[in-house]
């Protein structure tokens, strides 16, 4: 393995676990019925679709190489399917990439 | 040690016909494709699954290195995008807290936290007593992370036959997973503020500041719907 991209992998997971163990030192001691934990339940929520927003919209990677309108329309369309489909989460996911696969390549 | 029946009993959580398994398979077949394609071997792609486990900073470090980023710009960029796991676990280990369990299985599992554990052990805890949660939340993540793991082996043998439409089929999938998820979690008033403000407020600090986006869209986001949830009780 060459050296520069074990050390990157080394400091991506002391990045990524930091976060992971401080927050469960930190939950020692908070009782799952205190409003310290709905707070942090609303932040975890409230970050997962900032996340969410920001992969879809501002993506990095492959993604951004598609337009934005594939993306909404993926998006669009895919939430269509999965409150027609009775909140079903296969169908849409599976959905999603054949469509953005088409959107963007073949149609 | 561990409870076999209730690690079991998460480990095959991921086999319901809603897991996120496909979803988190499809994306690190795309994490596997993309390091082959950086100059990573086999060796590494899956020692990085292994060790970070995390799909958003992976994608960060990838970017990172290919711009040639310092070591420090990398920890930084994937502490800034991974910070959400801290909110992510206080909200989920108090659930699982039981006098009786040794703290090692706390500290050990914390590095299964990911959307996609989350989420499964979010919407199942209430059906285990507490005593055993934590034993269904190590086969839950440890399931997920083998399902990463196996994924982006595949991803690094297949990107040989993955053109960049694919890439991007599989790309979107996680997200579009996720989002259904969340928009599934929305039954009370604290997390549907929460979700919706956050799907606002991550694009829009973007413009103020990309790597403060996604922490401030959460913070601001989250704190907002936790005074309208508490309001709306009272």
Known sequence: MSTSIVLAILVTSLATFSSRILGVVSSEGIKETSKLFRWFNCLAYSTLAALIARTIIFPVGVLSDASYLSRLTVVLFCLFIFFISKRNFVYPTVISAIMMALLNGYL | ?234
């Open chain 2, 1 to 234: 040690m561990i409870n076999k029946e209730f690690f079991f009993r998460g480990f095959k959580s991921i086999l319901a016909p809603d897991s996120p398994a496909l979803a988190l398979g499809c994306c690190f077949i795309a994490i596997g494709a993309l390091l082959k394609n950086l100059g990573f071997n086999i060796q590494e792609s899956i020692f990085s699954t292994m060790l970070t486990y995390a799909l958003p900073g992976s994608l960060v470090m990838a970017e990172s290195l290919l711009v040639g980023a310092s070591l420090f710009n990398i920890f930084l960029a994937v502490w800034f995008v991974n910070a959400r796991l801290y909110p992510m676990a206080i909200s989920l280990f108090p659930l699982m807290t039981h006098k009786s369990q040794p703290k090692w299985k706390y500290y050990f599992s914390c590095h299964f936290i990911a959307v996609s554990a989350w989420l499964i052990m979010k919407s199942n805890y209430k059906n285990i007593e507490k005593k055993h949660r934590i034993d269904f939340w190590i086969g839950i993540g440890c399931a997920t992370w083998t399902t990463a793991v196996v994924a982006t082996f595949i991803g690094f043998y297949a990107s040989d036959y993955l053109d960049k439409h694919m890439m991007m089929g599989l790309a979107i999938l996680n997200p579009i997973y996720f989002l259904c998820m969340m928009v599934g979690a929305m039954k009370t008033i604290q997390i549907s503020v929460s979700i919706i403000l956050g799907l606002l407020l991550g694009p829009i600090f973007y413009f103020l500041s990309p790597e403060w986006s996604i922490l401030l869209g959460g913070l601001v986001g989250g704190t907002i719907a936790y005074f309208v949830g508490e309001l709306n009780v009272n």
